[in-house]
């Protein structure tokens, strides 16, 4: 069974860093291309950030470029995201999802997403 789990949204104040775990099961990161989407209150869903191990592209929104970044360790089955200056329109509840591809176009074909944790960032 493919499964993705999310954890270490939270609360943090504007400024600040959290760092997002998604442990995969099921699958490998040769299969898919990984990465984050989030979806804020009232707002379409947005792909974050991804990368893909079988043709080595990765990409990052603009909102978040110089401020997040995607990780991997192969040995646990994790993918990560460092997210670093916070800021309260970041606040959402973030997905790790596997997809066909990794590219400017992340988030619209995803094959398979979690249950989501929340991110708040307090002004």
């Known amino acids: 069974e493919v499964q993705l789990v999310e954890s270490g949204g939270g609360l943090v104040q504007a400024g600040g860093s959290l760092r997002l775990s998604c442990e995969i099961s099921?699958?490998?990161?040769?299969?898919?291309?990984i990465g984050w989407i989030r979806q804020a209150p009232g707002k379409e869903r947005e792909g974050v950030s991804c990368?893909?191990?079988?043709?080595?592209?990765?990409y990052y929104a603009d909102s978040v470029k110089g401020r997040f970044t995607i990780s991997n360790d192969n040995a646990k089955n994790t993918v990560y995201q460092q997210m670093n200056s916070l800021k309260p329109e970041d606040t959402a509840v973030y997905y790790c999802?596997?997809?066909?591809?990794?590219?400017?176009?992340?988030?619209?074909?995803?094959?398979?997403w979690g249950q989501g944790t929340l991110v708040t960032v307090s002004s």
């Open positions: 099921g699958f490998t990161f040769d299969d898919y291309a």
């Open positions: 999802a596997a997809g066909p591809r990794c590219n400017n176009k992340w988030g619209r074909y995803l094959e398979v």
């Open positions: 990368f893909s191990n079988s043709d080595g592209s990765t």
